[in-house]
């Protein structure tokens, strides 16, 4: 059974840093990209970041020049360092895995909150 387990969140004063992780276990595909997206209450769902296999990444331009996607092919797991965090990256973090097979559905974590506050 394929697991994401997102963890690392939490609150954190503004200017301040969290990291997240993301450990995908039961896979039994090629994973495509990893990534990072978020959803603020009322909003939707958005990218914060991806990695592929090979490395390339990709970034929303709010969060570019603070945080940084990284990832560890033989574990399955992909981290997201954010720095000088403030109130607007106020959200839930979920974790999702793209198989190389187009045929095969994303994945998606259950979920991990970020509330940035004084």
């Known amino acids: 059974q394929v697991q994401l387990v997102e963890s690392g969140g939490g609150l954190v004063q503004p200017g301040g840093s969290l990291r997240l992780s993301c450990a995908a276990s039961?896979?039994?595909?090629?994973?495509?990209?990893m990534g990072w997206y978020r959803q603020a209450p009322g909003k939707q769902r958005e990218l914060v970041a991806t990695?592929?296999?090979?490395?390339?990444?990709d970034y929303a331009d709010s969060v570019k020049g603070r945080f940084t996607i990284s990832r560890d092919n033989a574990k399955n797991t992909v981290y997201l360092q954010m720095n000088t965090l403030n109130p607007e990256d106020t959200a839930v973090y979920y974790c999702?895995?793209?198989?190389?097979?187009?045929?095969?559905?994303?994945?998606w974590g259950r979920g991990t909150q970020v509330t940035v506050s004084s």
């Open positions: 999702n895995v793209r198989p190389v097979a187009s045929w095969r559905p994303d994945l």
């Open positions: 039961g896979i039994t595909f090629s994973i495509n990209a």
């Open positions: 990695v592929t296999a090979g490395g390339r990444t």
